[in-house]
């Protein structure tokens, strides 16, 4: 910054004096938050302000909410587990996933001003718990697949006790072409038994888009199975958008006592053709 001078005029006994005198200003401390030249400037770190790091979340969808150290930021998102990585840089401050699978999850963002970028992103690690009954399930319920390309989907019991079998059907879309179906060998664990599982034939499923399953376990563990599992593997292809659907009427699981037990939730799954 250049000097500034300043003029005094004295007068004296009728005579005026010019005196020169000059100071320097100094300039004025740099106080602007966003310029890195202020040696109080801060990186750019978002803050999550929806979920926190350990929550257990009892719904099968979520929104995570988060804020910026700054005004006009832009900001980058992961949900691992569901996305492939990080989204594109976007002025937003929330993103909702909808029908989410139980687990665990890990949400991560970031915040970027200009050309400054956070150097690791903000994380929370969540659960995911919405089925806390006897509930038979298709994991993943959502599922995107490029047409005429294979894709699979597991039916999966959850917080089931004293399990022996089951009798269900599953109705399909008429875009839905079901490829094969694989049982579940591991669904005692260690229990030394085995899981038999019976299907219609593919010619059947396809033609009246209609899957008949009927499993049973074999020997093991007279308790017969408790806990969440997959019971089959369905694999399939889609020519467009579709729906599995497990029919509650025609559906019953049974314990070792041969009696039914009662499933508190159905869900089938969405298949998206892109």
Not at 29 to 38: F, G, K, V
Not at 179 to 203: F, H, M, P
Request: one cysteine or more; proline letters at 5%.
């Amino acid at each position: 910054m250049k000097p500034f001078h300043s003029f005094h005029l004295l007068i004296m006994g009728g005579i005026v004096f010019s005196i020169l005198s000059c100071s320097i200003i100094e300039p004025p401390e740099n106080s602007n938050p966003i310029d890195p030249l202020n040696p109080e400037f801060e990186l750019p770190e978002a803050t999550i302000t929806s979920h926190f790091d350990g929550q257990i979340v009892l719904q099968p969808d979520i929104t995570f909410k988060w804020k910026g150290r700054f005004t006009n930021s832009l900001y980058s998102f992961k949900l691992e587990g569901r996305d492939k990585s990080f989204s594109s840089w976007q002025n937003l401050q929330a993103a909702t996933y909808n029908y989410i699978d139980e687990g665990v999850y890990i949400f991560q963002v970031k915040e970027k001003l200009g050309e400054y970028e956070q150097t690791l992103p903000t994380s929370a690690t969540i659960t995911m718990d919405a089925l806390q009954q006897t509930s038979l399930i298709f994991v993943p319920w959502y599922q995107k697949i490029t047409a005429d390309t294979e894709g699979y989907m597991d039916l999966c019991l959850e917080e089931v006790v004293d399990f022996k079998g089951l009798t269900s059907k599953i109705s399909l879309g008429e875009s839905i072409t079901i490829t094969r179906i694989e049982g579940n060998n591991t669904i005692i664990g260690n229990d030394g038994g085995s899981w038999v599982l019976l299907t219609n034939s593919l010619d059947a499923m396809n033609a009246d888009h209609l899957v008949a399953i009927d499993g049973v376990l074999l020997g093991g563990n007279p308790n017969g199975f408790s806990g969440s599992c997959p019971l089959c593997r369905i694999y399939f292809s889609a020519a467009g958008d579709g729906q599995l659907t497990t029919m509650p009427d025609s559906t019953k699981i049974r314990n070792t006592a041969n009696e039914n037990i009662d499933i508190a939730v159905f869900r089938g799954a969405l298949v998206v053709c892109q």
